[in-house]
């Protein structure tokens, strides 16, 4: 579905209550793995079915495909639905974290990166990587200490994301933890992160070297 179909969905809210029986036919259409034309006709009617519809698949999916198209529509309502996608984020109990955090990233919503910094720290090496990574495409240089805590983290995605977050936000705090994660012994180095992170160096150096000639 390209990204003006799903705009010209959104534009479709008439604020309409979504009765069971609505909510369930748009799920069960959107949840039909076969059948390209039915899911993308389910999230044409979310125009009429409204943001809660799309929330609702999102956390109570009945198939993978549901969960995933739930959360491309969600992307379309953009920062409309940021709210609501950090109040379920919130939530005790089981969370969608890892697709809910590279959610918050496409829509790069710098209301979004208390939590995110949160999910930096998950348990999970997988969610760690996906909140760092949001963190990297929103830019907000609030984000930067809970950054270079990763940057040692022990799972090399995790710091691998770390490296490039540091790079694309450009802040100059970030400069002794990299050159000291480069520094680390050969046996434990990561080349990607090695990269990323002698990268991340010399975008900070260049950008700070254009501030200082302004």
Known sequence: MSNQEQKDAIKRIDGSQVDGDAAKLWAGRLGDEATFDSARAALLDLGRLGLDAA???????TTRLMHENAGQVLCAFGAMAVPSILNY?????????????????TIADARAVDDLIILARHKSHFT???????????????????????????????????????GEIGDDRAVPELERLLKRPSTIRQPGTMHEAQDAIEKIMRRTSVRANR
């Not at 919130?90 to 918050?104: C, E, H, K, M, N």
């Open 55 to 61: 929330l609702d698949a999102y956390i109570k999916p």
């Open 128 to 166: 760690r990587a996906s909140a760092v990574d949001a963190l990297r495409r929103i830019g907000d240089k609030r984000a930067v200490e809970a950054v270079i805590d990763r940057l040692h983290d022990r799972a090399p995605a995790v710091a691998y994301e770390a490296a490039r977050c540091l």
């Open 89 to 105: 984020l919130r939530q005790p109990g089981d969370v969608f974290t890892i697709s809910t955090a590279s959610l918050l990233g």
